[in-house]
């Protein structure tokens, strides 16, 4: 096709700024990466000398290994239970009319709109009037509170997308409700049920907010024991940690995009 | 046999879950209703004190200050959202596709903590932007963007940035080409065709990234502190400090439930006025 002048400039224009604007996204992860193997404690660009000792700082520190644990566990119980509730509930409202659908709909994905930090409060609030132990599943309580919507969303895109031929098929050969679900739509649905897990595993992985409110020493999560740290040193220890956090979710969502591509995950093809 | 299998089943572990939600909602009503007791979580007898206190100049400047905050990040991350949103979507190389996905999508998967910080060190008066600026003799004294407006902004237009592309992009993605084509082929130039047939058809998506953006940018927490360094009070940051640092719990839950239903009151006005102005655009 012909392109004029002023199509030329125009497509000119266009790569420029999508250039500055990918530059705006990646620009605190370069910096930060260049900083983790700064010699000094103190911040200097560009770094008069360069070490790796931030990074065995970042592996030796307890709090960020007591962390780790904490977050993983708390990711994985949390993950889990959003996905066998929020994979139920979108099933049943995909399928069904039955009392205070709507409501009970409203209720689950409120905490897209509810702050973090509210939530957190709420919980705090909540176990001190019923005297109840904040222990580490306090923590898994407010992270399934906050990644559930997400994990309905992804579960509930997949049923719609689910062809019913197939479970009709096996219904009128004479399949019992139960063979039906576990033969043909569980398998069908995997790849949505997997994607949602995931998601909600990162998200509650990334948590702060609301875990804030909730955490205890011992109960500390990962991002928690990140900002207690910078609160208290100014060395760039929390440099190197970045950059491991940046890696690890880089290459997870690298994987993810390779099995499902994110652009179907979501929807955005 | 029932009518409607696994009905009772499925649905039970997400009501015991409703209902832990509206659980907290009602402890934070409750307990915003309650008298402070210096020393103490628990609360005293009922009261409306917390409310007369939060009646304040300075606790209204804390509101505005959150709106305003919530306005400028929504509208920056707009701007610089929707052009990354239609590259991604109109691209034709595959790999440049999903380079742009990858880069944009990215930061969403990594909390606050890391990019704040990550930002601290960009913005701080010995970080990266005053070096460079300093060193090339662009400036003669560090600009001072920590603890200021412009780098909380800044921090939270990246924070936000990933989700609004994604939503916008999910738009764009659904947009029927063959109108832009019809407009083409009438003549109309490549920016006429955008103005005239794609914008419009992407205002649904643009009104929904906004809600987003201000949504997320009302929630967050660690940007405001970090980067506000307590110059810039948002609710978040004043919920924060007035339950942890002087323990008064009763009225950190009236100012949070203030700020949500502030936050819904201006959703709910953004997207009955967008609303209107569609069924004006539409004659």
Redesign the interface.
């Known amino acids: 096709m012909y392109k004029s002048f002023s199509d030329h400039l125009l497509d000119w224009a266009g790569r420029i700024l999508l250039t500055l604007i990918l530059g705006f996204l990646v620009l605190p992860f370069i910096v930060v990466f260049i900083a983790s193997f700064n010699e000094s404690a103190i911040l200097s660009f560009p770094p008069q000398s360069w070490s790796t000792r931030w990074y065995v700082n970042a592996f030796e520190y307890r709090d960020f290994g007591n962390g780790l644990r904490n977050s993983l566990r708390v990711a994985a119980f949390g993950a889990g239970i959003a996905l066998v509730a929020g994979a139920g509930f979108a099933y049943v409202f995909n399928r069904y009319d039955f009392a205070f659908k709507n409501t009970l709909n409203g209720i689950l994905l409120s905490p897209l709109i509810i702050p973090n930090f509210t939530i957190g409060l709420g919980v705090l609030v909540l176990t001190a009037a019923a005297s109840m132990p904040r222990n580490v599943w306090t923590v898994v309580a407010v992270h399934v509170i906050i990644v559930l919507p997400f994990v309905v969303r992804s579960v509930y895109v997949s049923l719609q997308n689910l062809e019913r031929a197939y479970e009709q098929a096996a219904e009128s050969l004479g399949g019992r409700p139960l063979h039906v679900l576990l033969t043909i739509t569980l398998p069908l649905l995997l790849p949505g049920l997997v994607a949602g897990a995931i998601f909600a595993a990162i998200l509650s992985f990334n948590e702060f907010t609301a875990s804030l409110y909730v955490v205890s020493q011992r109960t500390e999560t990962l991002p928690v024991a990140m900002y207690n740290y910078v609160r208290e040193y100014a060395d760039p220890t929390l440099a190197a940690m970045s950059v491991l956090y940046v890696a690890a979710v880089a290459a997870l969502l690298l994987l993810v995009h390779k099995i499902f591509r994110l652009e179907k995950v979501l929807n955005v093809d | 046999?029932t009518k409607?299998?696994?009905?009772g089943?499925?649905?039970?572990?997400?009501?015991?879950?409703?209902f832990?939600?509206?659980?907290?909602?009602l402890?934070?009503v409750?307990?915003s209703l309650r008298a402070h007791v210096p020393g103490s979580?628990?609360p005293g007898g009922f009261t409306l004190a917390n409310f007369a206190t939060l009646w304040h100049v300075a606790y209204g400047l804390v509101f505005l200050n959150s709106l305003l905050l919530c306005i400028w990040t929504a509208l920056f991350a707009l701007l610089?959202g929707y052009?990354?949103a239609y590259?991604?979507?109109r691209a034709r190389s595959l790999s440049l596709?999903?380079a742009?996905?990858?880069?944009?999508?990215?930061?969403l998967?990594?909390?606050?903590?890391?990019?704040t910080?990550?930002?601290?060190?960009?913005l701080?008066n010995?970080?990266?932007l005053n070096?460079?600026l300093l060193q090339t003799g662009l400036i003669e004294r560090p600009i001072n963007l920590m603890f200021t407006m412009s780098g909380v902004v800044i921090a939270l237009v990246?924070f936000t940035?990933p989700i609004v592309v994604?939503m916008l992009?999910?738009a764009l993605?659904h947009i029927d080409r063959n109108l832009e084509r019809a407009a083409t082929s009438l003549g109309a130039?490549?920016?006429r065709v955008f103005l005239t047939v794609t914008l419009p058809l992407s205002i649904p998506g643009v009104v929904a990234a906004t809600s987003t953006a201000f949504?997320w940018t009302?929630?967050?927490?660690?940007t405001p502190q970090?980067i506000g360094g307590g110059q810039v009070q948002t609710i978040?940051t004043m919920?924060?400090q007035v339950?942890f640092a002087s323990f008064n719990?009763p009225l950190?839950?009236s100012l949070?439930l203030m700020?949500?239903l502030f936050?819904?009151a201006v959703?709910a006005i953004f997207n009955t006025g967008m609303r209107q102005l569609e069924r004006h655009g539409a004659h």
């Open positions: 046999m409607r299998p696994f009905l089943w499925f649905a039970s572990p997400s009501i015991l879950i409703a832990g939600i509206t659980a907290s909602v402890a934070i409750q307990y979580i628990d610089i052009p990354l590259a991604m979507v596709r999903s742009i996905l990858l880069i944009s999508l990215t930061p998967f990594l909390g606050e903590i890391v990019r910080y990550s930002w601290m060190i960009v701080g010995r970080g990266f070096s460079v990246h940035l994604v992009a999910a993605s130039g490549r920016i949504a009302f929630s967050a927490f660690a970090m978040s919920v924060y339950g719990f950190a839950a949070s700020g949500l936050a819904v959703l």
